[in-house]
């Protein structure tokens, strides 16, 4: 089974605080995504990896950036963190962009203070 | 972008009754694909629906897509209270950049 595991499920942070948000997958998968969800708005996507070193802006890359060093990790970085990036962040990875198919990980619920 | 919109936002049933959920979206896709959320915790891909099908099962689910209507439905048949979670169906194709676009979901409560 294909696991996709994030570093966190709770975090709580200070306004203006660097924060680290890590994702792994373990099926060799290309294809990595961060998304936010919030109630009401789905879920939205806001960086995408289709290979190392390589990220794609989604719909809402404001007041976030991205690394991907290697292949099965794939980290969100909150330069400065604000109130409203309070929300639930789901990582996850696809094999093919043939089928759009992905798998997610369980989700780190985070609130800045 | 979200594409699909569900309907119902939210449903709430007895245990054995069927529970029937709609999305509907704008642009051409290549597939449309149905994901199961309980509370508070990841996606689950349930179903993947391919624009040349029309209907689809797998086990209790069943998935329907009207191309013409732009709209698809998942049926969840003789329903239990673990199918209580939120459901969220996902287009895929050429027009989103080939990224999945989310519904906002309906949630479904199973009463035993």
């Known amino acids: 089974d294909v696991k996709v595991t994030q570093s966190s499920r709770y975090l709580v942070k200070r306004t203006g605080e660097k924060v680290f948000l890590e994702c792994v997958q373990d099926?060799?998968?290309?294809?990595m995504f961060w998304y936010r969800q919030d109630p009401g708005l789905g879920l939205r996507l806001i960086y995408f990896s289709y290979d190392v070193k390589m990220k794609e802006k989604g719909d809402i890359p404001e007041g976030y950036s991205v690394s991907r060093e290697k292949k099965e990790r794939f980290s969100l970085i909150l330069e400065s963190a604000s109130t409203n990036q309070t929300s639930m962040y789901l990582c996850?990875?696809?094999?093919?962009?043939?089928?759009?198919?992905?798998?997610f990980g369980p989700g780190t619920r985070l609130t800045v203070l | 972008s979200q594409q699909g919109e569900e309907d119902p936002q939210a449903l709430s049933i007895q245990e054995g009754e069927n529970a029937t959920m709609n999305c509907s979206y704008k642009?051409?896709?290549?597939?449309l694909q149905w994901y199961r959320q309980n509370s508070g915790r990841g996606l689950v891909h349930l179903i993947l629906?391919?624009?040349?099908?029309r209907e689809k099962h797998s086990g209790r689910l069943r998935v329907t897509l009207d191309t013409s209507k732009k709209s698809s439905s998942l049926l969840i048949t003789a329903s239990r209270a673990a199918d209580t979670a939120s459901y969220f169906c996902?287009?895929?194709?050429?027009?989103?950049?080939?990224?999945?676009?989310f519904g906002a979901g309906t949630t479904v409560t199973v009463r035993a």
């Open positions: 996850a990875s696809s094999p093919s962009l043939l089928s759009g198919e992905q798998f």
């Open positions: 099926m060799d998968h290309e294809n």
């Open positions: 629906i391919r624009s040349n099908e």
């Open positions: 642009t051409s896709i290549n597939n």
């Open positions: 996902a287009t895929y194709g050429k027009s989103n950049d080939y990224k999945l676009s």
